[in-house]
């Protein structure tokens, strides 16, 4: 049988408030750790960044699975060695899935939702691409299976990186869309 | 009972920088290197994966998440130990003991040269309250609800010139040193022939970085750090990865490999305030006493015909091997001198340079001086092989602040 218990469903007090910890009437300690970091990339990276900057998207293929694997990597998880091949893929590919944001990165309501989603790349293999952002559409185009092109930043503004794609937008037959 | 078996080591050179790689991929050499020498393949034939690494030396946040795929453990039981490689050894250790994993893979490493900040990182392993103020601004006193330092004065990296403005977490060794230097009648200039002789004997382990031929002197006149720490008496950090393999005797017998045993292994934790807790290595006792039990080791001096200690200070050496019960306090200054830690001494302590001539390679300590012993043992130690060695014993402690430390003993008949 289930004791009767004593304590009251919420004990009586007095919420801590900002002008508390500010005031210091609560003892606190801070710290603000100073670590910083400059991770070596390594071969397939390096590639990758480098032709990136040269508005072009590269993979790797492994013999074994026969896979061309974007972004690229010096060995391939599935077999276990290395991998074999630099392959020049399209700057065109498939949305694999998305999502529409009606937040930004603090939580807030923005007026303009953000479209971000997986792009599968024309020429890797069924699945392999990366996430980005979409634009040029409205977000009820989006769907997924829709035909995508990479947006790309002016050549000059190209630093070796993935945001040197802006984002990816919608492929009309018979050339871009405007 | 299962005994356990080490079917495979593999490693990758030791650098101080190693620009050319990634971590990932820098995992992936020492790892395959280790199945090859199993004779295994990873997607079949490892039951399960285990990495030891810490976040804020990887600097990602749940770093296990990016373990899988350099491993081979992609959709594969995979987990991450925080702690030193040892620590995963014992995991792994277990893990085949209840007979539910036949071959499981541990792995270890130090990407330490992407890192930065190593001393605030460090830093950052004290106290918030109580311990971490101290390494503050020292003309500025801390109090609750202040910040250590200001975006005025803010902290200096690690070898900045205002670094004498405040303390740096080393200091710690300073404090150790001292006591035990105090305590046992161990000298300067005893610390210093550790430095020289572990970086003589990093010549003769083609994977060291700092081998090197000094004098004591040389040691003794390098500046004082945290006196009586001098700069030479510090291992510096290394990259450096290691993996090795363990099995049940039942299936190493199945692959036809020539097994060496992971006979006992223990572990063990002080208290974290620093003030309070012994400055004798007490962790490294307890580990040792725990792992003697398990592989039925009375006399530790007489039984163990190698050790790896940890040095990452020239002391820690001699103070480790005290605690170990292989040297009685104050004994093990007398036993260097005497030549009896080297390799062709009676009790041959870091063969492969130690810490010191390795460099200090993080949470891959544990599985780097596993690797000397089971190299060893083998009898594929080259140049610095020991003689007819049967018993080995690798010890790890990692690192400051800690107070945590595991022993491992490899033999080369099951136990
Ligand atoms: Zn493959």
Request: net charge neutral; aromatic share 10%; charged share 25%.
């Amino acid at each position: 049988m289930a004791k009767k218990q004593a304590m009251p469903k919420s004990a009586p007090g007095t919420h801590v408030s900002t002008k508390d910890i500010v005031n210091k009437k609560i003892a606190y300690t801070w710290w603000e750790p100073e670590v910083q970091y400059s991770w070596s990339v390594g071969p397939a990276m390096s590639r990758f960044l480098e032709e990136l900057k040269n508005g072009k998207i590269v993979g790797r293929k492994c013999r074994k699975c026969r896979r061309v694997i974007v972004p690229p990597r010096m060995f391939c998880e599935h077999c276990y060695g290395p991998t074999d091949e630099w392959v020049y893929l399209k700057d065109t590919g498939s949305v694999e899935t998305y999502s529409i944001s009606y937040l930004d990165a603090d939580a807030r309501r923005i007026k303009e939702p953000i479209l971000v989603g997986v792009v599968s790349i024309d020429g890797a293999s069924p699945k392999h691409g990366f996430m980005h952002y979409f634009g040029g559409m409205k977000p009820e185009e989006l769907h997924i299976g829709m035909k995508v092109k990479a947006v790309w930043k002016p050549k000059e503004e190209r630093e070796g990186s993935i945001r040197d794609i802006i984002y990816f937008e919608p492929v009309k037959k018979g050339g871009r869309k405007k | 009972m299962n005994k356990v078996c080490v079917i495979g080591v593999g490693h990758t050179d030791f650098n101080s920088m190693t620009p050319d790689m990634e971590w990932k991929e820098f995992m992936y050499e020492a790892c395959q290197k280790a199945y090859v020498d199993a004779g295994i393949d990873p997607r079949k034939d490892v039951d399960s994966f285990i990495t030891c690494a810490e976040d804020y030396y990887e600097g990602f946040g749940i770093f296990d998440e990016f373990v899988p795929d350099q491993i081979g453990a992609t959709l594969r039981p995979c987990g991450t130990v925080c702690g030193d490689g040892i620590h995963g050894l014992g995991n792994a250790f277990m893990q085949i003991k209840t007979g539910l994993m036949d071959i499981v893979a541990i792995e270890a490493h130090s990407k330490v040269s992407d890192l930065l900040t190593f001393g605030d990182v460090v830093l950052f392993a004290f106290d918030p309250v109580f311990e971490r103020p101290i390494s503050g601004p020292v003309e500025r006193p801390n109090f609750a609800g202040s910040p250590s330092y200001t975006k005025k004065a803010p902290k200096p990296l690690i070898g900045s010139s205002k670094e004498t403005e405040r303390i740096h977490p080393y200091f710690l060794a300073g404090l150790e040193m001292q006591h035990y230097l105090r305590k046992t009648g161990t000298t300067e200039e005893q610390c210093a022939k550790v430095v020289v002789k572990n970086k003589k004997n990093a010549f003769r382990n083609p994977y060291a970085d700092y081998e090197a031929r000094i004098r004591v002197e040389d040691v003794m006149e390098s500046e004082y750090m945290f006196k009586p720490v001098k700069s030479l008496d510090i291992a510096p950090t290394v990259d450096g990865a290691v993996c090795i393999v363990l099995a049940s005797h039942k299936k190493a017998k199945e692959l036809g490999v020539d097994p060496i045993y992971l006979s006992g292994f223990g572990y063990c934790s002080e208290t974290p305030w620093l003030s309070t807790r012994g400055m004798d290595a007490g962790y490294a006792k307890v580990a040792a006493k725990m792992a003697y039990k398990m592989a039925g080791i009375k006399k530790p001096r007489k039984e163990i015909d190698i050790v790896e200690v940890d040095d990452k200070f020239s002391y820690k050496e001699l103070q480790h091997l005290e605690s170990l019960g292989l040297a009685r306090s104050g004994e093990a200054a007398e036993l260097l001198e005497e030549g009896e830690l080297d390799v062709k001494g009676s009790l041959p302590t870091n063969t492969s340079g130690g810490l010191l001539g390795v460099g200090n390679c993080l949470e891959a300590t544990g599985l780097q001086k596993s690797l000397e012993i089971v190299t060893q043992l083998r009898g594929h130690a080259g140049k610095r092989q020991v003689p007819d060695c049967e018993v080995g014993l690798a010890q790890s402690w990692r690192g400051i602040p800690t107070g945590t430390g595991a022993v491992a003993i490899f033999t080369r008949e099951g136990r």
